[in-house]
C-alpha cells in the first residue's frame, strides 16, 4: 500500500483552488459570498495544512517532565508516578457570564449541583458552563436536530465519529457555528497562552471553507479538541485464560484461528468472540481512508473491496460463523463483550485500548479476575503486519454564531484554563475533581477516584473534552509502562493515513452506498448471505454512488499529491 510524501503540499491559503473540489465546486454551484449559507450534498474536500490565519504557535513550557520519554504523536511519553501539581494559570480572568454547552454522556447524567461543577467553575474565572448531556448512544444522529433546529445552546461539542450523520457537515459548520478566525489568529499568548500552544495541525483540523475554491472563504469554526496519535483501538485477550488452557498469544492470523478453534465450547458457554468487524480490516492489509488507497501502478483510486485481500477477510469473518466461533447471538448486536470477556465467557473482543487499563485496574481492586492485553500486530499469509494510525483531534466544540464577540472570548478563557496539560492543578482539578470529595491519593501515590468521583468526574465527558496541551501515558505504573512498552513495539508496522493533511466527506449518495455495504457484509458474515454475493455486492456500491466517490477521492489525492 503505497503512502504520500510528507512533503508540504500547501503554501498559505490555497485550498484545491485549481482543482476545484469542495461542496461548492463539486456540486457546480456559484462562487458564494462569505456570508451565505451553501447546501449541497456532493461532499466535501478541505486541507488542514498551510494556513496563514492560523494562531500563532507558543510553546508552554511543562512544569513537569514524564519519566518516559516517546515520540509523539504515536508513541506518546509517559509518568510512572504522579508529580505534585503546580498552577499553571496565575492571571485569572473574572468570568460573569452563564453559558450552556451540549455534551455526550454515556450512563446516567451527574448532576450539576455537585461541588465538582462549583469548583471549577471558581477555578477559571467564575464562568458558569451549564452541561446540557444528550444520550450519548444516539447522540450523533440527534444532533443532527438539535443543529437544525438551534436547540444546542451556545455550544455543542462532537466527536468525529459523530459527523457521518450529517447529510454535509461541512455545510452545517459553516452555515451554523461561529467563525472564531478573527478572534483567534495570530498572536493569542498573551491572553490564552495554553491555546496558542496547541500544535497548529490540531487548529488546522478546525478550519472549514464556505467555498473551498475561494481561498478568502476559509476559517477557524472550532475549538480543536485534544490532539493524539498512535493506536487507539485493538483486539484483547484473556491473558490469563489462554495460560490456564496452555495456549499462546497468536502472532498471525492463522494462529488467531488455530487459538479460537482450541478455546470455543458451545456446550460450555464460551466462544472466541462476539464478533470481529470493523477492526481487523487491518490484519488483512487492507487501510486507507473510508477503504480508499491509491494504487501507484494503476495511477487510479482503488477500494478495498476491489482487492483479493477484501474477500479473504469476508472468508475470515466467514468461518468464525460457520465454525461456532462467534456466539450465536452477535448479528443481534446486543451481547455486552467486555461484560462476557470479564465472565469469562468470551476470548477475545475488539475494544478501544483504554479498556485494557481499565480492567487490570478492576483486578487490582478485587473487582475482576485474570489480566487482558492486546493482540500484537497480526496479518495472514506471511505478509508483513500494519498498524493503521492518523494523527489528529478526537472533535470539536463548536460554538453559536448567534453569541457576540464578548461571550465567544469568555468562553475561549473557559478552554484556555480546561488546556492546561497533565501536572498541573487545573488538570487535576478537571480530570480528578476535589481532593477528599471526588479522589484520593492512593497507596501507589496516584489519584483514586471515590464511588463520587468515578459517577461525577471520571466516566463523563464534562469539560475534559475542550482541549489539552500534551497527552502522556498516565496512571497506574504497571500499566503505564506496559502500554508505554506495547507502543514501542508496535512503531515499525505504524502506515500514515493516504490523506495526511486533508479531511475529506464523502458525497451523500457514497455515503448511503457505504451503508448499504457494511449491512451486505455482516450478512455474509453471519451467514445470512453467500461469499458467491461478493462480486454482485461491489457492483451495486459502485453503481450506487461508489463511482462518485472514487472520483471525488481521486480528485483530493491528486490536487494534493499528484500522481506519484
Not at 119 to 135: I, M, N, P, S, Y
Request: net charge negative; hydrophobic share 40%.
Amino acid at each position: 500500500m503505497a503512502n504520500p510524501s510528507d512533503r508540504a503540499p500547501f503554501k498559505r491559503r490555497s485550498l484545491f483552488k485549481a482543482a476545484g473540489l469542495g461542496a461548492a465546486g463539486a456540486a457546480g454551484l456559484p462562487v458564494i459570498a462569505a456570508c451565505s449559507d451553501i447546501e449541497s450534498n456532493g461532499g466535501s474536500t478541505q486541507t488542514s495544512d498551510g494556513f496563514d490565519f492560523l494562531p500563532t504557535h507558543e510553546d508552554w513550557p511543562l512544569p513537569v517532565q514524564p519519566d518516559l520519554v516517546g515520540e509523539p504523536p504515536h508513541h506518546p511519553s509517559a509518568f510512572t508516578s504522579y508529580p505534585e501539581p503546580v498552577q499553571a494559570i496565575t492571571d485569572l480572568p473574572s468570568g460573569k457570564g452563564t453559558y450552556e454547552i451540549t455534551v455526550p454522556c454515556w450512563g446516567a447524567a451527574p448532576s450539576q449541583d455537585d461541588p465538582y461543577f462549583a469548583a471549577v467553575a471558581a477555578a477559571w474565572g467564575g464562568t458558569v458552563v451549564k452541561l446540557r448531556q444528550g444520550d450519548g448512544m444516539t447522540y450523533g444522529d440527534t444532533a443532527v436536530q438539535w443543529v437544525k433546529a438551534d436547540e444546542y445552546g451556545d455550544g455543542i461539542q462532537l466527536f468525529n465519529y459523530m459527523t457521518g450523520s450529517f447529510s454535509s457537515f461541512q455545510e452545517t459548520v459553516v452555515n451554523s457555528f461561529y467563525d472564531l478566525t478573527e478572534i483567534v489568529q495570530g498572536d493569542i499568548a498573551e491572553r490564552w497562552p495554553l491555546l496558542a500552544a496547541l500544535p497548529s495541525e490540531s487548529w488546522g483540523q478546525a478550519v472549514w471553507s464556505k467555498d473551498p475554491d475561494d481561498p478568502e472563504t476559509a476559517g477557524i469554526y472550532a475549538i480543536p479538541m485534544t490532539y493524539s496519535g498512535g493506536q487507539g483501538n485493538g483486539i484483547l485477550a484473556r491473558t490469563d485464560l489462554l495460560e490456564a488452557e496452555g495456549l499462546a498469544m497468536p502472532t498471525t492470523v492463522e494462529e488467531f484461528l488455530e487459538v479460537a478453534r482450541a478455546w470455543t465450547d458451545d456446550s460450555a458457554g464460551r466462544w472466541a468472540t462476539v464478533g470481529l468487524d470493523w477492526f481487523i480490516g487491518q490484519w488483512f492489509n487492507l487501510g486507507g481512508i473510508d477503504g480508499w488507497n491509491w494504487d501507484p501502478e494503476q495511477k487510479k483510486m482503488i477500494n478495498n473491496i476491489e482487492r483479493p485481500e477484501f474477500t479473504e477477510l469476508m472468508e475470515f469473518r466467514r468461518t468464525l460463523w460457520d465454525e461456532g466461533l462467534i456466539h450465536p447471538d452477535a448479528p443481534t448486536g446486543t451481547l455486552d463483550a467486555a461484560a462476557m470477556q470479564q465472565a469469562g465467557q468470551v476470548m477475545f473482543t475488539q475494544d478501544n485500548l483504554v479498556r485494557w487499563n481499565d480492567y487490570n485496574l478492576l483486578v487490582k481492586k478485587g473487582e475482576a479476575e485474570g489480566a487482558v492485553a492486546p493482540l500484537p500486530p497480526l496479518a495472514a499469509k506471511g505478509r508483513t503486519p500494519i498498524v493503521t494510525v492518523s494523527a489528529g483531534i478526537s472533535g470539536w466544540t463548536f460554538l453559536n454564531k448567534n453569541l457576540s464577540k464578548e461571550q465567544v472570548e469568555e468562553i475561549l478563557d473557559v478552554a484556555n484554563w480546561a488546556a492546561a496539560p497533565y501536572g498541573t492543578k487545573e488538570h487535576e482539578l478537571l480530570n480528578y475533581g476535589v481532593e477528599g470529595e471526588h479522589f484520593d491519593i492512593g497507596a501507589d501515590g496516584n489519584p483514586a477516584f471515590t464511588a463520587v468521583g468515578s459517577e461525577v468526574v471520571q466516566n463523563p465527558v464534562n469539560y475534559k473534552a475542550f482541549a489539552q496541551v500534551d497527552t502522556f501515558l498516565t496512571g497506574d505504573p504497571d500499566m503505564v509502562a506496559a502500554r508505554f512498552e506495547y507502543n514501542a513495539s508496535i512503531q515499525q508496522y505504524i502506515v500514515e493515513p493516504p490523506f495526511k493533511g486533508i479531511r475529506i466527506e464523502a458525497p451523500a449518495a457514497a455515503k448511503a452506498a457505504g451503508t448499504t455495504l457494511w449491512d451486505q457484509q455482516s450478512d455474509i458474515a453471519f451467514g445470512r448471505a453467500e461469499l458467491s454475493s461478493i462480486p454482485e455486492m461491489v457492483e451495486t456500491y459502485f453503481k450506487n454512488g461508489g463511482e462518485e466517490a472514487r472520483q471525488h477521492y481521486t480528485d483530493a489525492y491528486l490536487a494534493v499529491y499528484g500522481d506519484e
